[in-house]
């Protein structure tokens, strides 16, 4: 069975830092892209970063200078490291992975945490 486990929420003061881990347990052999969501209360999921295996990252216009996104491959974790936090960044944080090829050559579309809380105040 393959899943993804987060840590690294929290509760951080504006202009604080944290980092959010990912990792990726299983039998996998490899895992093509991978991202951090986050949805605040009231709120549709918005993709906040993501990097593919080549270490190709995108990130939204909101996070673009403060938060950097990494992974390790060898690992199958990746990292959200998140600067100068704001009270909008506030939100339940989510890791996805996509196209996980598992060492069975099974493939797995789509794998999703289960949330990570990070709480920023004013």
């Known amino acids: 069975q393959v899943q993804l486990v987060e840590s690294g929420g929290g509760l951080v003061q504006a202009g604080g830092s944290l980092r959010l881990s990912c990792a990726a347990s299983?039998?996998?052999?490899?895992?093509?892209?991978m991202g951090w969501y986050r949805q605040a209360p009231g709120k549709q999921r918005e993709l906040v970063a993501s990097?593919?295996?080549?270490?190709?990252?995108t990130y939204t216009d909101s996070v673009k200078d403060r938060f950097t996104i990494s992974r390790d491959n060898a690992k199958n974790t990746e990292y959200l490291q998140m600067n100068s936090l704001k009270p909008e960044d506030t939100a339940v944080y989510y890791c996805?992975?996509?196209?996980?090829?598992?060492?069975?050559?099974?493939?797995?579309?789509?794998?999703w945490g289960q949330g990570t809380q990070v709480t920023v105040s004013s």
């Open positions: 299983g039998s996998i052999f490899s895992i093509n892209a």
């Open positions: 996805n992975a996509r196209d996980v090829l598992m060492t069975n050559r099974a493939r797995v579309h789509e794998l």
């Open positions: 990097i593919t295996s080549g270490g190709t990252t």
